[in-house]
């Protein structure tokens, strides 16, 4: 993951209306720094909070802030921009952006540019964080996702409007970073990736099931990060509500049996074997074919045990004539966060095994996390970031560890 990844990289670099664009100077600074040609336009809103010669003096380009000046039209008309660009990052992307641009909106130059070109679109949000929460911006976030839009970001914390919380720019160099990574060697080309996602239910009656708190997105994003390192990547999904992301071949189960059976016919074909999903240990012993009614009395279930699906795999991963399957866990734990996840590792024979703490908000419903990655001999913790992040360097410590002789992996 080098920044010179970026050099002779022609990026147009789009500034929406917000109090965080007086860090896209600094952002112009850090793509020029890896070497990136950069060209930035401007929103009206953006000239705003900041001048157009700020950013002229930083990138030693014209910026252009409208599509009706004669004067730039005849020199780099918008179009020829939009052919010129091999990449746009609009940062910061206001929620009016967001909308515009999911609703394919070309009303000022920036949403113009965006349809016109054919360079892959990288948006890093910024925006106080109830507008970053409100359902309307996250469906059109989603909506951008499917259209393969990367999402750099928010990051959390206080804000300029005196809130806290989610939707603060990426830093400058986080930015970079991200880009980098899309841009830079691929780490997984041609591995075929199984991933699984979500929870599971496990029904009681037609109407009653038991269920867990994992929304699955740690699940997704860990397979969008597999795809963006090349990888064919197959996902699992228990019941979940998200987007499939592009590239990603999806298979929807319910049960940890179903689960199970998806996974079982998968795995001959698969190098990384990713078990993100939170299967339930327990299901019901019998399904009631009716709805169960009130008797007055205490009911009682009787679970029975599910399949340990990794372990299984775990027990199948050396075979004949091929590398062997190199194994993902997860360790969701409410205490003994490393002790609890080293102890999986071990048991479950895992190449690694990524630890987070939940409960108390933490973790499953939340769309950022704090991960511990434990393998083998060594440890990385991951600090606070959006899951997709943290996805994506666990890919990169996954390709790293595959690279290496097992018994010759690197500590940390
Ligand atoms: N897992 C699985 N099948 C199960 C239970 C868990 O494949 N029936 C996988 C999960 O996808 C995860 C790992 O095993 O990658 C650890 O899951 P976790 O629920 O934390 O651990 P358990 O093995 O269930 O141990 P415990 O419930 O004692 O914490």
């Not at 030693?60 to 010129?84: F, P």
Request: proline share 5%; with cysteine.
């Amino acid at each position: 993951m080098t920044e010179s990844a970026l050099a002779n990289l022609r990026v147009l670099l789009g500034v929406s209306g917000g109090i965080a664009a007086y860090k896209a100077a600094e952002l112009t600074r850090r793509l020029r720094d890896a070497g990136a040609d950069v060209r930035v336009v401007l929103t009206e809103n953006a000239a705003r909070f900041v001048t157009p010669l700020t950013f002229q003096a930083l990138s030693g380009q014209a910026v252009r802030t409208s599509l009706w000046d004669e004067a730039a039209e005849a020199a780099m008309g918008h179009i020829e921009l939009a052919r010129w660009a091999q990449r746009i990052v609009i940062a910061p992307a206001s929620a009016d952006v967001i909308a515009r641009l999911a609703h394919g909106r070309a009303d000022d130059l920036l949403t113009t540019l965006c349809l016109a070109s054919a360079a892959p679109l990288a948006i890093a949000p910024a925006m106080n964080q109830q507008m970053w929460a409100h359902a309307a911006t996250q469906a059109n976030l989603d909506l951008l996702r499917t259209r393969g839009v990367d999402v750099l970001g928010p990051a959390s914390g206080s804000q300029a409007c005196g809130d806290v919380g989610a939707g603060r720019l990426l830093e400058a160099d986080a930015i970079v970073a991200e880009l980098a990574t899309r841009h830079g060697p691929k780490l997984l080309d041609g591995a075929r990736v199984l991933v699984s996602a979500g929870p599971t239910y496990e029904d009681i009656d037609p109407v009653r099931f038991i269920g867990n708190r994992s929304s699955g997105r740690m699940g997704f994003a860990v397979a969008q990060a597999a795809a963006e390192q090349g990888a064919q990547v197959h996902l699992i999904a228990g019941p979940a509500h998200l987007p499939t992301p592009a590239g990603v071949t999806r298979c929807d189960v319910r049960s940890a049996r179903e689960m199970h059976a998806a996974i079982m016919q998968q795995i001959p074909q698969c190098d990384i074997f990713i078990s993100a999903a939170a299967v339930g240990d327990y299901r019901p012993g019998e399904v009631a074919a009716h709805k169960l009614k009130k008797t007055g009395a205490t009911l009682r279930l009787v679970l029975t045990e599910n399949p340990d699906i990794l372990a299984e795999v775990a027990a199948h991963k050396t075979r004949p004539g091929k590398p062997d399957i190199f194994l993902v866990g997860f360790a969701a734990e409410t205490q003994n966060l490393e002790t609890g996840a080293r102890a999986k590792l071990e048991r479950k024979k895992l190449d690694l095994i990524v630890a987070n703490r939940v409960g108390d908000g933490a973790g499953f419903d939340a769309t950022d996390n704090e991960l511990l990655l434990l393998w083998p001999g060594g440890k990385e913790h991951l600090p606070r970031a959006d899951k997709l992040a943290l996805a994506r360097s666990l890919l990169v410590r996954i390709a790293g560890l595959r690279a290496q002789p097992a018994g010759r992996r690197s500590k940390r």
